[in-house]
């Protein structure tokens, strides 16, 4: 995979962008909180004067959230684009996409979740890093330590190492180092057999998920495996996978270790690192991480950094 580029970073003033290539409205006041956080980081925040309508469980017609993509990412006046959610209906984009056009400004793109379908597509297109991290409408319910960590990649220090003492090493080896790529498992297989289902090897993968019954997470896995993917990878990293963020303590605790054992036994013929309970996700803990980035995977030290 070609060496990825940065966009460059804000300053103090810049303009954030909010589209929704997505989901509609669901939360008037995470909307609202999210763009107080914003503006307390000290950027601008540019939406549209009528928030999106509503098609069902779509912000918009595929063809207005692409024009919007496209209109809110070729605007100078704007430094960064932000999701104002997830949900469904980044990949009915793709035939919308204008490479070319996109090409012409470099700039961050943040979100997760389905938003992983977009970085997946700008990385495979154009080369370029884009920010897997908080939403406009999930920034209210971060934690402390990812909202921070937005504000310092944003503003150029997207390469400080990430450690954390709640990472665990579930099959360690030497230090690995690969390109940055992955997100929300769902959204990753929905990409199987299309035009962006490219290589996965010399990469870092990352996955995270929500809301879904250990049985489908199992055939998700599988599926990946049957296809060869889990064999592509330098080294795996998962973060949250739980049910809902009411979820019993013990009973996430052995959710996540039933998806572990399963990744175990999937990547034993490739023996490579893999890392589980790294802080990324749909809970409060979701650290921004430089999708398309060159990683350094250091399990001796619990360290991921970045170049």
Known sequence: MPKSFLPPSLQTGDCIGIIAPGG??????ALEQGVAILKEMGFEVRMPRQLWPGIGYLADKDSCRAEEF???WCDPEISAVMA??????CLRLLPFLDSKELNR???LLIGFSDITILHQAILATNHMISLHGPMLTTLSSS???SIERLYAVLTGKWNAPIHDKKIEVLRGGE?????????????LISLLGTPLDHDWSDSILFLEDVAEPLYRLDRMLTQLAHCGKLNQPKGIILGDFSISQDQDRLESIRFHEEIWTRMLEL??????????????GHGADNLPLPHGATGIMDSSRTLLSFF
Do not use: C, M, Y
């Open 24 to 29: 509609p409205v669901r939360d008037i006041s």
């Open 70 to 72: 496209h209109r809110i």
């Open 84 to 89: 104002l959610r997830g949900g469904f209906g």
């Open 105 to 107: 400004h470099n700039k």
């Open 143 to 145: 934690s402390r330590d």
């Open 175 to 187: 230090p690995v180092t690969g390109t940055l790529i992955g997100g929300n498992l769902s959204s």
């Open 267 to 280: 990547t034993e013929p490739a023996q490579i690192p893999l890392w589980g309970n790294f802080p990324i």
